[in-house]
């Protein structure tokens, strides 16, 4: 099939499949996380999911023998335009999709594979990821949950934090330590069931009002042993590869909206423009005019990378730590068009742009934070890419 | 034919930019011609050599006698002569002034110069700016219609290569006021008419620039190009061409500073450890990395919207040179301030870089220049 043929069927498909209510900005609260107990809080997102899993569509680059969509990344591409074209909603947010799959799919066993890929591509479990420690942020590999090996099983013990989603999360993608005597060298990838027996979830409050993130804690959690991938005690290689695919999905996070945000531009001319949108203060101007040259110069430097053959992991540390700086200065120059209106926490004062716009900035002071400081993106460019001495 | 080329031909042709300039053109030539006061301001003989490999006829239709590669591959060979601060008539003629003739010239103008500047034979200088920042519009030269033709009186400046060019390709007003597009012509003309005045400009990149005044210049009426008014429709797209040249220029300028800067962090201890395994300098070098991919991504970006006549070609022209602004501004002052007082020594490289930066930055529009005109084209 041609590219051509394959977009006409692409769109004549979306246009019978895809539910109106699906082909509208989504709020956060309405995105399909998928697990055990999955919420489908649009009427019409469970109908969307099911018919997108039955293609293949929620992973169109995998294989099909695992659940994928078998698209070549052209097809994909092609796919990606024409639900951007009606605006379809993505059918199924997921951390398996975006960081444990494409891991498995490069380094797991065909046993690994065949039980964990097709599961994540129909949204039936829900992954967390457990990487951070509360003396373990930067340094990563400083962490301190142990995996001991009881010969059947390991049992783990210690504390996680920053978990995201975690209090509705099934499983986690973990990282443990299998030996205490060196450091990078005696860490571990586990993967286990976050309805063990042992595990206990805190939510945390975060500056935004919203409590994604969580306290994860192990207490004697007894797992079986052929859920560790990879070698045991080469779990840091494993780490810093998943890192890399994490990476370039945060970096996109500002560049696809996903938020309850409308565009950019449309915020900046709504609170600082006229009756016609333009912008009258030609300082304001200037400020926004920077931005939106940044996010296309941004916008086509992700096309470059993710067109070249490999994105090594000081590319995907230079697409972070831009797309979130970048988020960061759009939000700090919304804020500032907005002025007084851009300032409400709560209330029916404030109209619901204006309090998403707040908590939104407050939000995307995250960004570049989670998965990785800017800092230590900078530390990655410098002996990855530029080869400057430690 | 732009757009039958693949990313291995651009790949075949930046490694042959690169062999050519690193051995015909190093930067100690570019020191040579500086030091001697060189009267052409380049070196005829590289100029040949290139013209020989058909780079000098790169925006010249086949049939005029060019080879048609299109702004991409013109991009790719002009940032390839920025690592090495190389001086030629790429930006004058090829890139600026004869992309005019090509679009808009007649059979007369067309024969009479295009496949002379494909064979490297003929010079042509775009007689354009008038004011110290770029400003495409604002012309107060006048070309008054008489019998002959027009007549002349004005003073240009800023003609890249206007000392040592054949022709001129001047841009003046036939009617309205000074700063209205409307109202603007552009003739084909001799640099050697009576009442024209050319005097070289000596300028910090000690690259070529001249200052032209006309007094009372006669021309003949065939020497008008396109329409009588109309010159700012086939001047402003040649300017955006011309911008994003510009602007792969400034990359291999700010790669090749930036590749030298790295090497010194290397190589240069103090307190008893190369100064590059500072993490102060590390995160400034980490993003200035940053900023040279994101300028790169931006001029591919536009060479290409150009070479597709994409709808937002001129948007993305603007990205390109904001962008290459910006980015060349902070890694050519990071690289003398990295180098220390080694930086600010005659004999190290990285000033070389700072000098032709700032030329390059004002050239055809800085960074505010396009940052308003983005805001305007994007209905800010």
């Known amino acids: 099939m041609t590219l051509e043929d394959f977009r006409s069927e692409t769109r004549a498909w979306l246009e019978e499949n895809c539910p109106p209510g699906m082909r509208t900005p989504m709020p956060d609260d309405e995105r399909v996380w998928g697990g055990k107990n999955p919420v489908f809080k649009h009427p019409e997102s469970k109908v969307w999911m099911e018919r997108m899993v039955e293609r293949g569509w929620t992973a169109p680059q995998w294989p099909r023998e695992y659940g994928g969509g078998g698209l070549s990344r052209a097809e994909a591409a092609i796919l990606t335009e024409e639900m951007n074209r009606i605006s379809a909603r993505p059918p199924l947010f997921s951390f398996g999709l975006g960081m444990l799959g494409p891991l498995l799919l490069d380094i797991g066993t065909q046993a690994e594979k065949e039980r964990y890929l097709a599961p994540i591509t129909r949204g039936e479990i829900r992954w967390c990821q457990g990487y951070s420690e509360p003396g373990a942020g930067s340094d990563l590999a400083g962490l301190q949950t142990r995996a001991e090996d009881k010969g059947d099983h390991y049992l783990v013990n210690g504390q996680k934090v920053w978990t995201s989603y975690a209090h509705h999360a099934d499983w986690i993608f973990c990282l443990v330590r299998t030996d205490t005597s060196v450091k990078h060298a005696g860490i571990s990838f586990l993967l286990f069931d976050m309805h063990s027996p042992g595990v206990e979830v805190r939510p945390i409050k975060l500056i935004s009002g919203a409590s994604a993130f969580c306290e994860t804690f192990f207490d004697n959690v007894k797992v079986p042993k052929d859920q560790l991938v990879g070698e045991v005690n080469g779990g840091w290689a494993i780490a810093k590869q998943l890192l890399a695919h994490e990476r370039a999905m945060i970096s996109q996070l500002g560049a696809r909206g996903g938020n309850r945000l409308p565009p950019f531009k449309d915020m900046a001319r709504r609170y600082a423009g006229d009756a016609n949108g333009r912008i009258a203060d030609p300082l304001l101007r200037d400020l926004v005019a920077r931005q939106l040259i940044n996010d296309r110069a941004f916008e086509s430097t992700s096309k470059r990378a993710i067109g070249s053959a490999d994105a090594a992991a000081g590319v995907a540390s230079m697409l972070k730590y831009y797309g979130t700086e970048q988020n960061k200065r759009k939000m700090e120059v919304i804020m500032k068009c907005a002025g007084y209106a851009g300032l409400g926490w709560e209330g029916e004062e404030f109209d619901d742009n204006d309090l998403v716009l707040c908590r939104s900035w407050l939000r995307s002071k995250g960004n570049s934070i989670e998965g990785g400081t800017s800092e230590v993106q900078l530390n990655v460019i410098a002996k990855r890419i530029l080869g400057l001495p430690d | ?380």
């Open chain 2, 1 to 380: 034919m732009a757009d039958q080329l693949t990313q291995q031909d651009h790949e075949l042709l930046r490694d042959t930019a690169a062999r050519f300039f690193g051995e015909r053109s190093p930067l100690g030539a570019m020191r040579q011609l500086r030091d001697e006061q060189n009267e052409v301001g380049f070196d005829r003989e590289v100029w040949r050599e290139m013209s020989e490999m058909g780079w000098a006829g790169i925006l010249i239709d086949e049939a005029d006698g060019g080879v048609d590669l299109g702004y991409r591959a013109l991009g790719t060979i002009l940032e390839q002569s920025g690592r090495t601060l190389t001086a030629s008539p790429l930006l004058s003629t090829v890139l600026s002034a004869t992309p005019i003739i090509s679009r808009a010239g007649n059979e007369a103008q067309r024969a009479d110069t295009l496949s002379a500047v494909a064979d490297g034979a003929l010079m042509i200088a775009l007689a354009h700016e008038e004011c110290p920042r770029h400003a495409p519009h604002r012309i107060a030269t006048r070309a008054v219609k008489n019998d002959d033709g027009y007549v002349i009186n004005g003073k240009k400046t800023f003609v890249l290569d206007g000392h040592v060019a054949d022709r001129l390709l001047l841009v003046a007003r036939t009617s309205c006021e000074d700063d209205q597009r409307e109202g603007i012509s552009l003739f084909l003309i001799d640099n050697a008419l009576p009442g024209i005045r050319i005097k070289r400009t000596r300028m910090v990149d000690s690259r070529n620039a001249a200052n032209i005044r006309f007094n009372n210049v006669q021309i003949p009426a065939g020497s008008i190009i396109g329409t009588v008014g109309g010159g700012a429709d086939i001047l402003d797209p040649v300017l955006d061409g011309a911008r994003a040249g510009v602007a792969a220029e400034m990359l291999g300028s700010g790669q090749e500073a930036f590749d030298i800067t790295v090497e010194y962090l290397k190589v240069r201890e103090q307190f008893g450890a190369p100064i590059g395994s500072f993490q102060a300098l590390k995160h400034r070098a980490a993003e200035m990395y940053c900023e040279i991919e994101l300028a790169r991504s931006a001029v591919y970006a536009a060479l290409d919207a150009l070479d597709q006549k994409a709808r937002d070609a001129a948007e993305l022209v603007c990205v390109a040179k904001a962008k290459a602004c910006d980015m060349l501004e902070l890694v050519s002052n990071e690289a003398v301030q990295m180098h220390g007082g080694i930086g600010m020594t005659d004999e190290a490289d990285v000033g070389l870089f700072l000098k032709r930066a700032r030329v390059a930055q004002q050239l055809y529009g800085d960074v505010v220049f396009h940052r308003q005109r983005f805001a305007d084209l994007i209905g800010l």
